[in-house]
């Protein structure tokens, strides 16, 4: 039976224990290098050869850093020249250290997914923080946004232009120069760099996009009745691909929203009843690259609607007011079973192919994209008021003059025969 230690032997413990913390402390201590009347101090860890410093902030906070440098003499000047500037950017109102691009470029990514996580960001933020990771962190990583030059800005366009293998549109262009500017802003926002420090801007002088041609009426009823049977022959997913489509032609001729963010997006959640002097309108909620709006169908949109819902096996019974009353957080635009599509485009463009209307009058290719564009024209020629359409199709007077300016003869064929 082992015995309890004996009260000396305790002790001795207990001295040993303490020389061994004096002995590590007075070690500890003779590594502290205490520079500026003791408000920066440098110091290594075992596993370092090279010397860290750090200094407290006047908000009380600790600031640690390394300074990369085995020799004490280089150690120092490094430590000095940070406390200093980090006294004098806090004087300012500044954060203390410069950050370089990246680092910027990655706070402005986390900001914009967090929004698009809370249902408060655009659409676009998808496509600005593609164009910061693949594009502007790659590039100008390791750079300081302040050093950045109109011969950096140049020597980027020359290498992104190589990346994408061909000459960028506007519409790209200003995708890219919006992403960085966006770094910019986040940069003065967060005190980085000064308001009053002049930045350089990416160019957005390119090749102008070509507007995706309509389709004439007659062109519509033509896709209209060869969808109306194109899937009868077929079963399975080919057979649903071709039903789905029709219904979605249809809606985006009868709505004017945009293919893709907008339409694939939609719930039964999203679709209400509107009255107004005794008439019911049909009021699609939707959410694409210029935020979120109401947008008012035709009233044919009806006929369609309830043709998707008997296709859907888990609302079909039900009638279509109670579909809208239930607000169903199930897609729209989903095959029999629940299983949403992957892609729409091909299998347009294959009909259209079948069809001979691939080709608009202008010689481009037409797109799903170009029955938003039939949508807009129709209402233009039938004398829709310009900013009604605007806000119905969520984009800008500005934009619809530009894209439609072809039609304004047109619309004024009575005062101009």
């Known amino acids: 039976m082992l015995s309890a230690p004996s009260?000396?032997?305790?002790?001795?413990?207990?001295?040993?224990?303490?020389?061994?913390?004096?002995?590590?402390?007075?070690?500890?201590?003779?590594?502290?290098?205490?520079l500026r009347d003791g408000e920066v101090v440098l110091f290594k860890i075992t596993r370092s050869k090279k010397w860290q410093g750090r200094f407290r902030a006047t908000t009380g906070k600790w600031v640690r850093f390394t300074t990369k440098r085995t020799s004490i003499e280089e150690a120092t000047r490094i430590a000095c020249d940070k406390y200093?500037?980090?006294?004098?950017?806090?004087?300012?109102?500044f954060a203390m250290f410069v950050k370089r691009f990246d680092e910027m470029a990655r706070y402005c990514v986390e900001e914009m997914r967090r929004d698009l996580d809370a249902g408060v960001g655009?659409?676009?933020?998808?496509?600005?923080?593609?164009?910061?990771?693949?594009?502007?962190?790659?590039?100008?990583?390791?750079?300081?946004?302040?050093?950045i030059t109109r011969k950096h800005i140049a020597e980027f366009e020359v290498w992104r232009n190589t990346k994408l293998k061909r000459t960028p549109k506007v519409s790209t262009l200003l995708t890219f120069a919006t992403a960085f500017s966006r770094i910019c802003n986040t940069a003065i926002l967060q005190g980085w760099i000064s308001a009053t420090v002049a930045l350089p801007k990416l160019s957005v002088k390119g090749e102008r996009g070509v507007v995706r041609p309509a389709f004439t009426e007659a062109e519509v009823e033509k896709?209209?009745?060869?969808l109306s049977t194109w899937y009868l022959e077929l079963t399975g997913y080919k057979m649903e691909m071709?039903?789905?489509?029709?219904?979605?032609?249809?809606?985006?001729?009868?709505?004017?929203?945009?293919?893709?963010?907008?339409?694939?997006?939609l719930k039964w959640k999203h679709i209400?009843?509107?009255?107004?002097?005794?008439?019911?309108?049909?009021?699609?909620?939707?959410?694409?690259?210029?935020?979120?709006?109401?947008?008012?169908?035709?009233?044919?949109?009806?006929?369609?609607?309830?043709?998707?819902?008997?296709?859907?096996l888990d609302i079909a019974e039900l009638s279509f007011d109670e579909l809208i009353d239930a607000q169903i957080e199930k897609n729209v635009f989903r095959f029999a079973k629940g299983d949403k599509p992957y892609e729409m485009n091909k299998v347009f463009r294959r009909l259209?192919?079948?069809?001979?209307?691939?080709?608009?009058?202008?010689?481009?290719?037409?797109?799903?994209?170009?029955?938003?564009?039939?949508y807009g024209t129709k209402e233009l020629l039938n004398g829709t008021d310009i900013h009604t359409l605007a806000k119905q199709m969520g984009t800008s007077v500005v934009m619809l003059e530009k894209h439609y300016s072809k039609l304004t003869a047109t619309m004024a064929a009575k005062e101009l025969a």
């Open 352 to 374: 259209l192919e079948e069809m001979n209307l691939l080709k608009g009058q202008v010689g481009t290719d037409r797109t799903l994209y170009s029955l938003r564009h039939t």
């Open 84 to 93: 200093d500037e980090a006294r004098y950017r806090e004087r300012l109102g």
């Open 7 to 34: 009260s000396a032997s305790r002790a001795g413990a207990e001295i040993h224990t303490q020389a061994n913390t004096v002995d590590e402390l007075a070690t500890a201590q003779a590594r502290l290098i205490h």
């Open 242 to 265: 071709r039903k789905l489509l029709r219904d979605l032609v249809d809606v985006l001729i009868y709505t004017g929203m945009r293919q893709g963010t907008e339409s694939m997006n």
């Open 122 to 147: 655009l659409k676009v933020y998808t496509a600005y923080i593609a164009v910061i990771e693949s594009y502007l962190i790659p590039y100008f990583g390791q750079m300081y946004l302040t050093s």
């Open 223 to 226: 896709l209209r009745q060869h």
């Open 272 to 312: 209400a009843w509107h009255t107004e002097n005794g008439v019911r309108y049909l009021r699609l909620w939707v959410s694409g690259k210029t935020g979120e709006r109401w947008l008012i169908a035709k009233h044919e949109c009806l006929e369609v609607l309830k043709r998707l819902q008997q296709n859907q």
